[in-house]
């Protein structure tokens, strides 16, 4: 009897959360405006129900709701939602079921949106593109050099300086499809976490509202880089040097986007190694402590935190590495 109730319970709650996505997803579709938020509303009732249930339940609701949205819009659209959506729903829910904790969870949803986002990626340019992945990036580059050359010209008429005008030009020929194509792999790690990031903060206050317990966002002021992290990175980037001297293609590609990446932490890093500062010693509040950090992270300082943060990487100011904590 109990089995019956549950399975009736499962089918009810499925069937609400199909329905509940389906509604979400077509709202996106036609109206695009709601498209970005709605990307990060779609996988929470996902998440709701693997917490509720489990992971039989909520892949078949997600299965069903690629099913349904394939019937009403195209198979494409299904597609995301299948493979990104529900994936990135599927993965929140064991996190926070399992009571992960906020940087196991990133690492774990980051992961998911990556491995989402190539899938379905692959897919879209094989049906939309027919000169496959570097095809699909020649045309990005080239409709992107022909809106700039329309501002170029629009430049010129207006008055601006010959050594602007140069300016751009380089800042133009930076962009080829062989230096976007190097930097796909770095791109597809910095918007996974930035998604992941977001889309834990849309989550969370929703089931927070909803009574469920999920563990706080760690403040910046408490992020930081340990040194396994950084020696993986760094010994990437040292094979990628050797292949690239040894002039395989695939170093470029190595080089590129763990430089890319190195930077972006340490310049995290240097962040919230500054804001530690700010806010601990010399007693800043968080608005002014934010208008500081945002106003100096947009300017050439930037370097000082991408140096700050390679140096609190070795040292750890603030003592918050585990495994340094672990060797005492």
Do not use: H
């Amino acid at each position: 009897m109990q089995k019956r109730i549950y399975n009736t319970k499962a089918l009810i709650e499925g069937s609400l959360i199909t329905a509940l996505t389906v509604v979400i997803m077509l709202i996106s579709i036609y109206v695009p405006i709601f498209s970005i938020v709605a990307n990060f509303i779609l996988p929470v009732p996902i998440t709701i129900l693997y917490i509720k249930q489990n992971y039989k339940v909520t892949l078949i609701s997600i299965i069903a709701s690629g099913i349904l949205i394939s019937i009403l819009y195209n198979p494409i659209a299904s597609l995301s939602l299948v493979v990104l959506i529900g994936l990135t729903g599927m993965t929140l829910g064991y996190c926070i079921k399992n009571k992960k904790k906020f940087g196991t969870t990133m690492i774990f949803l980051a992961i998911s949106v990556a491995l989402g986002m190539i899938f379905y990626f692959i897919v879209y340019i094989m049906l939309m593109s027919k000169g496959g992945i570097y095809g699909f990036v020649n045309e990005m580059v080239e409709n992107f050099r022909q809106s700039m050359d329309l501002s170029k010209s629009m430049y010129e008429k207006a008055g601006v300086s010959g050594s602007q005008l140069a300016s751009m030009e380089s800042m133009i020929n930076i962009f080829t499809p062989e230096y976007i194509m190097r930097l796909i792999p770095a791109g597809i790690v910095i918007v996974s976490f930035v998604s992941s990031y977001l889309n834990y903060i849309t989550a969370r206050a929703i089931l927070v509202k909803l009574k469920y317990e999920v563990n706080d966002i760690k403040p910046l002021n408490q992020w930081y880089m340990n040194t396994r992290l950084g020696t993986l990175i760094g010994a990437i980037l040292l094979i990628g040097i050797l292949f690239d001297r040894k002039n395989m293609a695939v170093g470029q590609y190595i080089v590129t986007s763990s430089e890319l990446i190195l930077q972006l932490i340490f310049l995290i890093d240097g962040l919230a190694l500054t804001t530690y500062y700010l806010m601990k010693k010399f007693k800043m509040s968080k608005k002014i402590t934010a208008i500081v950090i945002v106003l100096t992270a947009l300017s050439s300082l930037s370097l000082f935190y991408i140096l700050a943060g390679f140096i609190d990487m070795i040292f750890d100011f603030r003592k918050l590495d585990p495994y340094r904590k672990l060797k005492k």
